[in-house]
């Protein structure tokens, strides 16, 4: 049986990495970061915790990573585990670029140093565009980012392709545009808003305080993004791919969306806070799949309104059984 570790298990990624794995007959592996209280909550909603294998460890120990990679003997390494919150990294921009940037190189080394014959996923991110000097981002776009999140996500992806070019490793980054599901960290801005609509539903709270509105992202559904990570390690060579729908969003429409779908209009609801701006903005993405579809034979087969709907219903039901739901008590 095929062996694969995840680094990030516990994330939307990584839960759905997982899933998808055991699926194809993979023994699944994931790596552990120690906290205070469980964050396994998204493999006990996928139903899947007792199928997988939890190592303890952590991006900045690169001990843990060896010792992981002994145990598991994996033939693929997908490197999922990051301080992934945009917002997050200028508050804590030294341990974002520690676990998010080096974190890498730890987790290449650790490879390096114990079978570098080991098929290694980076997970790179439209973030590193920031700054948008073309129309839509392709693999050839320059990148220049706007935070320290996707500075450090930068160093990530560029150390990957050196050991690809320095020791002939099978690394690939996969630069993921942005890709939802309800097993979304109720930090990011879908989640929040399909919270608070299913909560405002509910009589529970009565506006939603949003920062720019007027941005544009390149949503997808996280669960058909994972099918993608996978497919670029069996290709015959290691590469780079874009990985995005080809469409872009105003959080105002997304909001429009969502609201609309129980009956309600954002605009009764959503209030702007000033302190909810970034102090660099990324305006807009819009992500040019083409050479994952023709190489990898991916398509993104989920649209917007059908995973926001998905989120407001899963949001709906965690807030009517509030109290009695170990998922809420962890997010
Ligand atoms: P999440 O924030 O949901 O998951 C991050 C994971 O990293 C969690 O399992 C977290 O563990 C783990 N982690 C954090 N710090 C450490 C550490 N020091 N050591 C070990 N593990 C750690 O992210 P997503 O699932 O959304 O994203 C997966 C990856 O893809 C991330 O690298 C993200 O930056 C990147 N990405 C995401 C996109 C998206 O739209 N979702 C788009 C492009 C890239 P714990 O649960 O214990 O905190
Ligand atoms: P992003 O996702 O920064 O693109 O990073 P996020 O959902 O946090 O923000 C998207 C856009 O919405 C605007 N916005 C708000 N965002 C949040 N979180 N909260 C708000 O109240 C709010 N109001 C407006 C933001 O300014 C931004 O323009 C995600 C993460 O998953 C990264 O890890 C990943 O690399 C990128 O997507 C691709």
């Known amino acids: 049986m095929k062996a694969a570790l995840i680094t990030g298990i516990t994330g939307q990624d990584g839960a759905y990495l997982a899933r998808f794995l055991l699926g194809k007959g993979y023994q699944v592996y994931g790596l552990l970061a120690r906290r205070s209280t469980a964050t396994t909550w998204r493999l006990d909603e996928l139903d899947i915790v007792n199928q997988v294998e939890l190592l303890e460890g952590d991006l900045t120990d690169l001990s843990s990573l060896i010792r992981a990679i002994q ?8 490197n999922l585990a990051a301080q992934s919150f945009v917002g997050t990294s200028w508050e804590q921009p030294i341990l974002t670029a520690q676990i998010t940037g080096l ?7 650790a ?44 160093y990530g992806h560029w150390i990957s392709v050196n050991y690809r070019e320095s020791f002939g490793m099978f690394a690939c980054s996969g630069i993921l545009f ?14 929040k808003v399909t919270d608070a609509v299913a909560r405002i539903k509910l009589g529970k709270q009565t506006q939603l305080a949003l920062g720019n509105i007027d941005a544009k992202r390149d949503w997808g559904f996280a669960g058909d993004y994972v099918e993608a990570m996978w497919l670029m390690l069996q290709q015959q060579e290691a590469d780079d791919y874009v990985i995005a729908t080809g469409h872009t969003t105003t959080v105002r429409e997304m909001c429009r969306i969502a609201f609309e779908y129980v009956g309600l209009h954002y605009e009764d609801y959503v209030v702007i806070d000033p302190k909810l701006y970034r102090p660099a903005e990324v305006d807009i993405l819009l992500g040019n799949p083409e050479k994952a579809y023709r190489k990898l034979g991916w398509r993104p087969r989920t649209s917007l309104e059908q995973f926001i709907r998905m989120m ?6 965690r807030v009517r059984n509030e109290g009695f739901s170990p998922i809420l008590a962890s997010i």
């Open 71 to 78: 145990i598991a003997k994996p033939v693929e390494v997908y």
């Open 178 to 191: 942005n890709h939802e599901s309800p097993l979304r960290g109720i930090e990011f801005v879908t989640r």
């Open 312 to 317: 407001v219903d899963a949001d709906l039901n």
């Open 103 to 109: 974190g890498v190189l730890n987790v290449l080394e």
């Open 111 to 154: 490879i390096r140093l114990t079978d570098p014959g080991i098929r290694f996923y980076q997970a790179s991110t439209s973030e590193m565009f920031g700054f948008i000097q073309e129309p839509m981002q392709s693999e050839k776009t320059p990148f220049y980012p706007r935070s320290p999140y996707g500075v450090a996500k930068l």
